[in-house]
Nanobody
Framework: QAHLVESGGGLVQPGGSLRLSCAAS????????MAWFRQAPGKEREGVSC????????YYADSVKGRFTISRDNANKMVYLEMKNLKPDDTGVYYC?????????????WGQGTQVTVSS
């Protein structure tokens, strides 16, 4: 059974940076694209970034392009999201999941998520 544990969130001022981590277990991560999703208060969960398992192609939502960087470490079953120049609109709970990158389709094996709050 897939198990995902997100960490690294926190309170940061606008313009600040955070690095989120996701520890995966219960499945062979090499076989799956991995993605980060986020859910802001009162809004639906949305795809933020995705990374292919085959050639490392990365995908980003328009709102985070140029500011966020996704990476993966298959050997250690970790996925990362480096976030820079954070904005208040980036506030939300961030989740990682297996996914189909095109279409931002999650497998819905959600963990507890990690809260990111961008506020002065």
């Amino acid at each position: 059974q897939a198990h995902l544990v997100e960490s690294g969130g926190g309170l940061v001022q606008p313009g600040g940076s955070l690095r989120l981590s996701c520890a995966a277990s219960g499945f062979t991560m090499d076989y799956y694209a991995m993605a980060w999703f986020r859910q802001a208060p009162g809004k639906e969960r949305e795809g933020v970034s995705c990374i292919s398992n085959t050639d490392g192609t990365t995908y980003y939502a328009d709102s985070v392009k140029g500011r966020f960087t996704i990476s993966r470490d298959n050997a250690n079953k970790m996925v990362y999201l480096e976030m820079k120049n954070l904005k208040p609109d980036d506030t939300g709970v961030y989740y990682c999941d297996r996914a189909i990158c095109k279409g931002w389709i999650p497998f819905r094996s959600w963990g507890q998520g990690t809260q990111v709050t961008v506020s002065s």
